[in-house]
C-alpha cells in the first residue's frame, strides 16, 4: 500500500436531459441517471446504488486484506447491502445500511475465526467509516465446497 494520504478524484459531465458521464483516471465512463424512485430510467447505475455498492466492495476488500493477513483458508464470500432512504428533518438521507454477508470455509473448525475476521472487515471499511447511518452487519458462516 502507498503511505497515505491518498488522493482520488472523478470528474461528471452532463447535459440538460441525459446521463451523467462519470469519469476518472485510467478507468472506463460510467453512465449514471436517477434510480426509477426519483421518475429516473432506472437503467444505469444512480448515485444510491453506487454508495451502496461503494459499501459492500470496501467489504469485501476490507475482508480480502484480513483474512490474507490473518491466513484464513476461505472459497467465497458474498455481500449484499441495502439502504434506507428516508427524509429526517429537512435533508434526505441513509438512515440505515444492511450488509448481508455470506462467507464459505471448508472447515468447522475455521468458523470463530471467520466470523472473527468478517467482524474485523467491518471495523477496517474506510466507506463504511465515512458514513454517518446506522449500519448493522449480519455474518453467516457455511460450510462446503
Avoid at 441525459?18 to 424512485?37: G, K, R, Y
Amino acid at each position: 500500500m502507498e503511505s497515505l494520504p491518498h488522493q482520488y478524484s472523478v470528474s461528471v459531465n452532463a447535459e440538460k436531459e441525459n446521463e451523467l458521464e462519470t469519469t476518472a483516471p485510467h478507468l472506463p465512463t460510467l453512465l449514471v441517471a436517477p434510480p426509477s424512485q426519483f421518475d429516473g430510467p432506472g437503467d444505469k447505475w444512480s448515485p444510491e446504488e453506487l454508495l451502496l455498492a461503494a459499501v459492500a466492495n470496501c467489504y469485501v476488500l476490507s475482508f480480502r486484506t484480513v483474512a490474507g493477513i490473518a491466513k484464513l483458508d476461505w472459497l467465497h464470500i458474498e455481500c449484499t447491502t441495502d439502504g434506507v432512504l428516508n427524509k429526517v428533518e429537512r435533508n434526505m438521507l441513509f438512515t440505515d445500511i444492511v450488509t448481508k454477508v455470506t462467507l464459505i470455509v471448508a472447515e468447522e473448525s475455521l468458523r470463530p475465526k471467520a466470523e472473527k475476521l468478517l467482524k474485523k472487515a467491518e471495523q477496517v471499511c474506510l466507506v463504511s467509516n465515512s458514513l454517518l447511518s446506522t449500519k448493522h452487519l449480519e455474518i453467516e458462516v457455511v460450510v462446503g465446497g
